[in-house]
């Protein structure tokens, strides 16, 4: 399975969709019963294809709810195998969350420990909250303040997320953030 096409599939999962885009349909977790209706992948921003966020929008269980995100794959020359990439998501009461994808999950009760170091400098670590039962890592809400602003010109951050005696690494290029960000923002109310 190719990289591009395994972050809107975790997203999927996370969200609960199918990606119309393949024709691959994920499993919806338990928590994300409801949830299980589809979502379309497109390209937002970039040239090339390691270079582009692409945008999902999934249905929720109510009529007319629907839930919208961006996700980057990671850098697979600088990032380890279980790393997949980062996740910018709507969530409720206006707010935006900031996930890491992993591809081997933790515990689902687990509180990793992930520090951010962006490419101009500045590092940050923060506890995080499994999501999806242990694929991805919820960051604290004010890591959303760092998508909306500081990270959309920084050209990549490097995330370390560590769990007992677990350590994921990744890099993600964060070129195109400020598009594909103003796209969620758009759609996050629809």
């Not at 940050?124 to 959309?152: C, H, I, N, T």
Request: a neutral charge.
């Amino acid at each position: 399975m190719s990289g591009l096409l395994l972050i809107p599939l975790l997203a999927g999962s996370l969200l609960g969709a199918a990606d119309r885009a393949s024709g691959t349909t994920v499993a919806c977790s338990a928590s994300a019963v409801g949830w299980c209706r589809g979502a379309a992948v497109v390209e937002v921003a970039g040239s090339a294809s390691t270079s582009v966020w692409k945008f999902t929008r999934t249905q929720g269980a109510k009529d007319g709810e629907s839930f919208a995100a961006i996700m980057k794959t990671a850098d697979t020359t600088q990032s380890d195998p279980d790393f997949a990439g980062l996740i910018v998501r709507c969530a409720p009461k206006g707010k935006v969350d900031v996930l890491v994808a992993l591809i081997r999950p933790f515990p689902p009760r687990s509180h990793p420990k992930v520090t951010i170091a962006a490419s101009g400098g500045g590092t940050l670590s923060f506890e995080g909250s499994m999501a999806a039962a242990g694929a991805a890592v919820l960051l604290p809400d004010e890591v959303s303040a760092f998508a909306a602003g500081k990270w959309q010109t920084t050209a990549s951050l490097s995330v370390v997320v560590r769990e007992s005696d677990s350590e994921i690494k990744g890099l993600v290029a964060l070129n195109g953030l400020r598009e594909a960000y103003n796209s969620l923002l758009a759609n996050c109310g629809q």
